[in-house]
């Protein structure tokens, strides 16, 4: 109990040093562009009403959450195809790593072409940018799948859709897992840089909005709720991900454990 | 023999590339998607012609790569001072480790308002984004590096009496050495990318915003080329960072290999 207590007073210790250190250097603060770090708090619950998350909040995760989806369906399905193919993987690797090195911000004035500027182009953003690390990160957890399993899949005869899933889909889940993670991050910027080029309502274009309003108070609070959704989305990652891999994570540890 | 072996996969890749340019040749005239939103590969590419004329296209190509080097550089050297110091001291790590993790998901692009307030169509605003995002890269790599010091030896340069400058330059710098460039290659593609969306986003002068301009302006062959060009470039740093970690690891790899026969 007492350990569970030390882990979460050292875990909180700092980020309510640097709060309280906020607090006390923007106090008197009287500079235009930095308000006391009071009168955010004061305006956070003021701005982020219910009405304004369900108008605002809300429909930007919608989009997350969609573009996202597709782009760990359609990176993993593709990275099965690329990296079950040796030859495959050696035609599309150049054009797959011209892809990735693009910026995926600059995607957003190609897709308003195809997509104009409503929901569709920033979930067609969204899924274009998150598909690359995932699409890259299964095609190399592909290429890995231990030989001995495999060989041993292939005297039992298993094959088709149930190799893919009980032998290579499993054996590369890691990897994806990995592929994902870095995926969200992406999103969540893409999120909110769709919403700052054109939008009627979300997150990003709130935030805009705030500051070519000059309405800075309301603009801090802004990132600083941004900053907690990007918080809690990487928390809620890791729960699923530590649930997902238990049998990963497990196995390292036993590994790691005699040395 | 080695040869036609080491071959193969460069012809495949070429031909994957060309059947990639072939594509975006081919795709307007079926009609799947109107040239007016996806020109054909050679008027792109003529598109490219003219940017390389240009002398504002190099203006826009040195910004970009001058914010890069200016905000890579300071996220590096604050990225390895304050891991090693982080990692070096067990209460600070204990202390600061969720904090790092919780200021790590916070987007950068939040920042993007601050800084078009702060310093408007700067460099300066580039810069803050940049240090910001490829900051983490480097100090969380730091971490794991420092993390990974051989207690053996950090003990027998503690009994020898090493003062605390000489076990870092010689017992945790060489550990870290590994992951540090790891986090270097890491954040020099992060850094890229966020040079180029605070162009873009907030209209600072350089790649980004000239990709801007063209859209704005309807130039559509224009848009591609510089996108492209960005491509281009996040290759190259790619494939220069990789081959710098190669140089200054080579040491590392030898020692590895011989640890593991």
Not at chain 1, 75 to 82: D, F, I, S
Not at chain 2, 45 to 69: K, M, P
Request: glycine fraction near 8%; include cysteine.
């Amino acid at each position: 109990m007492s350990r569970v207590l030390t882990k979460v007073g050292l875990a909180v210790a700092l980020p309510a040093v640097l709060f309280a250190i906020w607090w006390v250097a923007t106090e008197g603060s009287d500079n235009f562009y930095v308000p006391p770090l009071r009168e955010i708090l004061q305006t956070f619950p003021d701005v982020w009403t219910w009405d304004r998350i369900r108008a605002d909040v809300l429909p930007s995760l919608i989009r997350l959450a969609v573009g996202y989806t597709i782009a760990v369906f359609a990176g993993v399905a593709l990275g099965l195809l690329v990296g079950g193919s040796r030859r495959v993987r050696a035609v599309l690797e150049p054009v797959l790593e011209f892809f990735r090195a693009i910026p995926p911000p600059v995607l957003v004035p190609v897709i308003m072409l195809f997509a104009g500027i409503g929901d569709t182009m920033k979930v067609v953003v969204i899924a274009a940018g998150c598909v690359w690390p995932i699409l890259l990160n299964t095609v190399e957890g592909v290429r890995a799948v231990d030989s001995v399993l495999a060989d041993t899949c292939r005297s039992y005869g298993i094959t088709g859709a149930n190799r893919v899933r009980h032998l290579v889909l499993r054996s590369a889940s890691p990897q994806i897992a990995a592929g994902m993670r870095q995926a969200l991050s992406i999103g969540i910027i893409l999120m909110v840089i769709s919403e700052m080029f054109a939008a009627s309502n979300g997150l990003g274009f709130t935030i805009v909005q705030f500051q070519r309003s000059f309405a800075i108070p309301d603009m801090w609070s802004g990132i600083l709720l941004l900053g907690l959704l990007g918080l809690a989305l990487s928390v809620l990652f890791r729960l699923v991900e530590s649930r997902a891999l238990a049998w990963y994570h497990g196995q390292r540890r036993a590994q790691r454990g005699p040395s | 023999m080695t040869r036609a072996v080491r071959a193969t996969p460069v012809i495949l890749g070429l031909s994957g590339l060309t059947g990639l340019l072939l594509l975006v040749e081919l795709l307007p005239y079926t009609g799947v998607v109107s040239a007016d939103y996806l020109p054909p590969t050679h008027r792109i590419a003529a598109a490219l012609g003219d940017e390389l004329a240009e002398g504002a296209f190099w203006a826009a190509l040195w910004d970009t790569l001058l914010a890069w080097a200016i905000g890579l550089t300071i996220a590096v050297v604050a990225g390895i001072v304050v891991g090693i110091v982080i990692g070096a001291v067990p209460v600070l790590r204990a202390l600061t480790a969720s904090t790092i993790e919780f200021l790590r998901p916070i987007p950068s692009v939040a920042l993007i308002p601050l800084a078009v307030l702060l310093y408007g169509t700067e460099i300066q605003s580039t810069l803050m984004l940049v240090v910001y995002a490829s900051f983490w890269q480097v100090l969380i790599q730091v971490l794991y590096g420092v993390q990974d010091v051989d207690p053996v030896a950090e003990e027998t340069a503690r009994s020898f009496g090493f003062s605390p400058w000489y076990r870092v330059r010689y017992v945790l710098w060489p550990t870290a050495l590994p992951y540090v460039m790891t986090g270097i290659r890491l954040a020099a593609a992060v850094a890229l990318v966020l040079a180029i969306t605070a162009e873009l986003v907030i209209g600072a002068p350089g790649l980004g915003s000239r990709i801007a301009v063209a859209q704005s302006s309807n130039a559509v062959a224009n848009m591609y080329a510089l996108i492209a060009v960005t491509g281009l470039l996040g290759v190259a740093i790619n494939l220069a960072a990789r081959g710098v970690e190669r140089l200054l690891l080579s040491w590392h790899q030898s020692v590895r290999g011989e640890v593991l026969i």
